[in-house]
């Protein structure tokens, strides 16, 4: 018969057997190296996100197709004012009633984080089927509060004027990069033509940008043929010369380039005094630079990033509005 204290004496040597028990069985795992030990595979993590967007390459893909025998559709005066109003409400960070605005005509908002940068940018695009209305696109930067707008108003026709706009665009931060969505040809009676045309959703948006303070420069190509010489020629277009662009000027000197000023000397009519960007610009007294661009300062990519070097200079030089 047990009794009470040969119970407890017992329950603690069993206790000490399975202890030994699964200490012999580790050490026995042990001595063939754990082969019978289940493996654990862990596969690689999933992307957290979509893949960078290389802005470089997606405008090139959408302005392949521009044409003078292109498509393009003249928006009315609302249609002008939704997407406006769509880059006014991106700007002033409510992108729920960008939305709203812009999808009343098509348009839509996204977002993506550009490759070269790393910075957060989005896009207004036409959300179109066919995309054929040639009304253009909108970038922002999101990384810094947007304070000065680079226009591209005649891509592929002014032979690679829409890459200078997107190496600028990268190259200082707080940018607007506008970009006409149609060859200056492409419309019937110049329609357009959005640096002559106060018509076009070109036009609106950046009027909408200037009239909230933020200057603006506006690249331009011309052939050399046209003006002897000359690489470019800066002017500030209807407005008075001011800083910007002494400062443009002078950085594009130094750069080794012959440099046109428009309010000095007369340029071969490249002055943009006619432009209507810059007229509305004069009007309201905001800054606003017009740079004609000879084809190598345009086509050849050294060139063309010491353009974009300089023209970052000034922008920057505006400073936060």
Same mark, same amino acid.
């Given at each position: 018969?047990?009794?009470?204290?040969?119970?407890?004496?017992?329950?603690?040597?069993?206790?000490?057997?399975?202890?030994?028990?699964?200490?012999?069985?580790?050490?026995?795992?042990?001595?063939?190296?754990?082969?019978?030990?289940?493996?654990? =595979?862990?596969? $690689?993590?999933?992307?957290?996100?979509?893949?960078? *967007?290389?802005?470089?390459?997606? *405008?090139?893909?959408?302005?392949?197709?521009?044409?003078?025998?292109?498509?393009?559709?003249?928006?009315?005066?609302?249609?002008?004012?939704?997407?406006?109003?769509?880059?006014?409400?991106?700007?002033?960070?409510?992108?729920?009633?960008?939305?709203?605005?812009?999808?009343?005509?098509?348009?839509?908002?996204?977002?993506?984080?550009?490759?070269?940068?790393?910075?957060? /940018?989005?896009?207004?695009?036409?959300?179109?089927? $066919?995309?054929?209305?040639?009304?253009?696109?909108?970038?922002?930067?999101?990384?810094?509060?947007?304070?000065?707008?680079?226009?591209?108003?005649?891509?592929?026709? &002014?032979?690679?004027?829409?890459?200078?706009? =997107?190496?600028?665009?990268?190259?200082?931060?707080?940018?607007?990069?506008?970009?006409?969505?149609?060859?200056?040809?492409?419309?019937? !009676?110049?329609?357009?033509?959005?640096?002559?045309?106060?018509?076009?959703? +070109?036009?609106? *948006?950046?009027?909408?940008?200037?009239?909230?303070?933020?200057?603006? /420069?506006?690249?331009?190509? +011309? !052939?050399?043929?046209?003006?002897?010489?000359? &690489?470019?020629? /800066?002017?500030?277009?209807?407005?008075?010369?001011?800083?910007?662009?002494?400062?443009?000027?002078?950085?594009?000197?130094?750069?080794? +380039?012959?440099?046109?000023?428009?309010?000095?000397?007369?340029?071969?009519?490249?002055?943009?005094?006619?432009?209507?960007?810059?007229? +509305?610009?004069?009007?309201?007294?905001?800054?606003?630079?017009?740079?004609?661009?000879?084809?190598?300062?345009?086509?050849?990519?050294?060139?063309?990033? $010491? =353009?974009?070097? *300089?023209?970052?200079?000034?922008?920057?030089?505006?400073?936060?509005?």
């Amino acid at each position: 018969m047990e009794t009470r204290g040969s119970r407890r004496t017992l329950l603690p040597a069993a206790v000490l057997l399975l202890v030994l028990a699964a200490l012999a069985g580790v050490l026995t795992l042990a001595a063939h190296g754990g082969a019978d030990r289940p493996r654990v =595979v862990r596969s $690689a993590p999933s992307p957290s996100g979509p893949a960078p *967007v290389d802005l470089a390459a997606r *405008v090139d893909e959408y302005t392949a197709g521009f044409a003078p025998d292109g498509s393009y559709a003249p928006p009315d005066a609302a249609q002008r004012r939704a997407v406006a109003d769509g880059v006014l409400g991106a700007l002033d960070g409510q992108p729920e009633q960008a939305g709203r605005e812009l999808a009343r005509v098509g348009y839509r908002l996204t977002e993506f984080t550009e490759a070269a940068t790393g910075r957060r /940018v989005a896009e207004i695009a036409d959300g179109t089927a $066919a995309d054929g209305r040639g009304w253009g696109r909108i970038y922002l930067d999101l990384s810094a509060r947007p304070n000065w707008s680079v226009q591209v108003p005649h891509p592929v026709s &002014d032979a690679r004027t829409e890459a200078l706009g =997107v190496e600028l665009f990268r190259a200082a931060p707080g940018g607007v990069l506008v970009l006409a969505g149609a060859h200056r040809r492409a419309g019937a !009676d110049g329609s357009s033509d959005v640096a002559h045309r106060s018509d076009t959703v +070109f036009a609106a *948006v950046v009027e909408a940008l200037t009239g909230r303070g933020l200057p603006g /420069v506006q690249v331009h190509g +011309f !052939d050399e043929g046209s003006l002897p010489g000359q &690489d470019a020629v /800066v002017s500030s277009g209807a407005g008075q010369p001011g800083p910007a662009a002494e400062l443009t000027a002078a950085g594009l000197g130094r750069a080794g +380039f012959a440099v046109c000023r428009a309010w000095r000397e007369k340029c071969g009519q490249l002055e943009g005094t006619t432009n209507v960007e810059g007229r +509305f610009a004069a009007g309201v007294g905001v800054p606003w630079l017009h740079v004609e661009l000879g084809n190598g300062l345009r086509t050849e990519p050294a060139r063309r990033a $010491a =353009v974009a070097g *300089v023209l970052a200079e000034t922008v920057r030089s505006w400073g936060p509005r």
